[in-house]
T-cell receptor, first 116, second 114 residues
């Protein structure tokens, strides 16, 4: 098992463009979380999935943000009409292996977005 | 609203010494989960230690231990025998349920002096 992976690792985009990030969780993990981390701050929760169902969205997640997890495997986070304030590290985490009572969240390396 | 506060933006400790990082939190729940995460420079976040609020005994993991004071809503991390590899950002974190979103503090950057 190679852990949580995220692609791309870095993304530079111009204001107003759309971007999409991908997260591949640890296989057999039911839950998948997205967080955003700005410089000098702790991660902030954005949304999470139980299998393919999106169970909660933060008020931080404006209408320009959308996340999916088709088939309960990988997940994508799309930001439409990017703004400079969207510049941040976007972190993905997964947890809850099927049949296990453990609940530790394992984090990916993140995707660093820079909006110019 | 649930919040996590880390009042020490940076700390330094001599290698092999002991250091304590502070954390307070606010919640109206009686059952919840507390964590300390470590984020090394340019590396991903990893869990250091966790504490279930219903357990009175303080959690320990090798050189890492916590002082959990439920009434005071305090959750400090003690690192014994500090090593150069301990240098990182440390985040105190709270979760209202066993497998749920995590609310993080702003972090404490720990420097290890050789």
């Amino acid at each position: 098992d190679t852990g949580v992976s995220q692609n791309p690792r870095h993304k530079i985009t111009k204001r107003g463009q759309n971007v999409t990030f991908r997260c591949d969780p640890i296989s057999e993990h039911n839950r998948l979380y997205w967080y955003r981390q700005t410089l000098g701050q702790g991660p902030e929760f954005l949304t999470y999935f139980q299998n393919e169902a999106q169970l909660e969205k933060s008020r931080l997640l404006s209408d320009r943000f959308s996340a999916e997890r088709p088939k309960g495997s990988f997940s994508t986070l799309e930001i439409q009409r990017t703004e400079q304030g969207d510049s941040a590290m976007y972190l993905c985490a997964s947890s809850s292996p099927r049949g296990s009572r453990t609940y530790e969240q394992y984090f990916g390396p993140g995707t660093r977005l820079t909006v110019t | 609203a649930q919040t996590v506060t880390q009042s020490q933006p940076e700390m330094s400790v001599q290698e092999a010494e002991t250091v304590t990082l502070s954390c307070t939190y606010d919640t109206s729940e009686s059952d919840y989960y507390l964590f300390w995460y470590k984020q090394p420079p340019s590396r991903q976040m990893i869990l250091v230690i966790r504490q279930e609020a219903y357990k009175q005994q303080n959690a320990t993991e090798n050189r890492f231990s916590v002082n959990f004071q439920k009434a005071a809503k305090s959750f400090s991390l003690k690192i014994s025998d500090s090593q150069l590899g301990d240098a990182a950002m440390y985040f105190c974190a709270y979760s209202p349920h066993r497998d749920d979103k995590i609310i993080f503090g702003k972090g404490t950057r720990l420097h290890i002096l050789p």
